[in-house]
Nanobody, 124 residues
Framework: QVQLVESGGGLVQAGGSLRLSCAAS????????LGWFRQAPGKEREFVAA????????RYTDSVKDRFTISRDNAKNTAFLRMNSLKPEDTAVYYC?????????????????WGQGTQVTVSS
């Protein structure tokens, strides 16, 4: 059974930092991409960042470039999202997802497995 478990969310003041983690288990595929998405109240789920199996390919949505960094540790089946200079508009539930086609897609439909999400709240 595939499981993706996010952690590291919380309440932080604007300008602060958080690091999210995503622990993957049960993925028997040899390679897979990992992505982070977020969903704010009343809005659709949106792409944040993605990383290829090797880590050589990363993608970011424009609003988080230069503030967020995605990384992964394949030995530990874990992905990370380092978030700096947080803004109130970053407030959302953040989801980790795995893409067995390994394309590091920015499209939600490209992902096969999803975590339950972790809440990030940025106060002004």
């Amino acid at each position: 059974q595939v499981q993706l478990v996010e952690s590291g969310g919380g309440l932080v003041q604007a300008g602060g930092s958080l690091r999210l983690s995503c622990a993957a288990s049960g993925l028997t595929y040899s390679v897979y991409s990992l992505g982070w998405f977020r969903q704010a109240p009343g809005k659709e789920r949106e792409f944040v960042a993605a990383i290829s199996w090797s880590g050589h390919v990363t993608r970011y949505t424009d609003s988080v470039k230069d503030r967020f960094t995605i990384s992964r540790d394949n030995a530990k089946n874990t992905a990370f999202l380092r978030m700096n200079s947080l803004k109130p508009e970053d407030t959302a539930v953040y989801y980790c997802a795995a893409d067995i086609s390994a394309t590091a897609s920015s499209d939600t439909s490209g992902y096969n497995y999803w975590g339950q999400g972790t809440q990030v709240t940025v106060s002004s």
